[in-house]
């Protein structure tokens, strides 16, 4: 095993001529795509990875100015893809990682034959012309609340996330992935992707992209998944599914994971 496969903990399954990586949002491991795996292993050749920083990562790996800014992120997913060889692949990124994969495609977009994009957003922040979500003092209070008490943070944010209460295995279960970053590294990422704009890029992509989005999610409102779809430099589509919650693969596979494997076997209509 490589030196980047190590430190990303990068596991390869399945058979098929087909890659499909896979990549996960903060706050999460490689285990979020845990009901996703079983249907792709008889297809796909896949790859799933962690993400720097995440709880089974080694911590002094993570460099702070490096990912800082996206490009840290897309700068890994290239390394894993060239350490492996991997000349093409379907990449199905949730959260970060599908910003991420954006970045990545911008630089090599002959790697990646299309982008599965998961509760994607280009910037969370409100602005002129433009509805992320959130105002600026929302993540100012978020990132307050994090430094003065990790683990109370974590029993707030996570059920506002997932969209359940702490009696739910989903709410539990990012609770768990949480609970494993280091706070400082937590505090750290979360600053990062939500003060990020990345709004810019978009134009600048010319992979095809499925957008795929929660009808009701606290992070990111479907207005967004709308705006990335009008954007985009290449062709597209937009599928919003009734699930609530940041992370549907986790909280309503049984609806998720049915509309993910459609977007991975077939194109569907893309639109410029």
Request: hydrophobic residues 40%.
């Amino acid at each position: 095993m490589g030196v980047v496969e190590e430190a990303h903990n990068v596991k390869v399954i399945g058979s098929g001529k087909t890659t499909m990586v896979l990549g996960h949002g903060f706050g999460t491991d490689q285990s979020v795509w845990k009901h996703l795996v079983p249907y792709l292993i008889d297809d796909y050749r896949v790859v799933l990875y962690d993400n720097m920083g995440s709880g089974p990562t080694n911590p002094d790996y993570f460099d702070f100015e490096r990912y800082a800014t996206l490009e840290g992120y897309a700068y890994d997913l290239l390394a894993i893809l060239e350490e492996l060889q991997i000349d093409s692949c379907i990449y199905l990124g949730h959260s970060l990682s599908s910003m991420t994969g954006v970045v990545a495609s911008i630089f090599r977009p002959d790697l990646f034959s299309k982008l599965i994009l998961l509760s994607a957003s280009p910037r969370f922040i409100n602005s002129d012309e433009y509805y992320g979500g959130f105002e600026k003092e929302d993540i100012d209070q978020l990132c307050q609340a994090m430094e003065s008490n990790y683990k109370s943070w974590i029993d707030g944010f996570a059920p506002l996330v997932i969209g359940g209460d702490m009696d739910s295995v989903a709410v539990q279960e990012f609770s768990r992935t949480l609970f494993n970053m280091r706070p400082d590294i937590s505090l750290s990422v979360f600053r990062t992707i939500f003060t990020f704009d990345l709004r810019h890029f978009l134009s600048r992509v010319t992979v095809p992209c499925h957008i795929i989005q929660s009808s009701k999610d606290l992070a990111v409102p479907v207005a967004v998944s709308e705006y990335i779809h009008r954007n985009l430099g290449g062709k597209s589509i937009v599928e919003v599914i009734s699930t609530e919650g940041h992370l549907p693969q986790l909280s309503a596979p049984e609806v998720t994971v049915p509309v993910l494997l459609r977007h991975i076997s077939h194109n569907h209509q893309l639109s410029q």
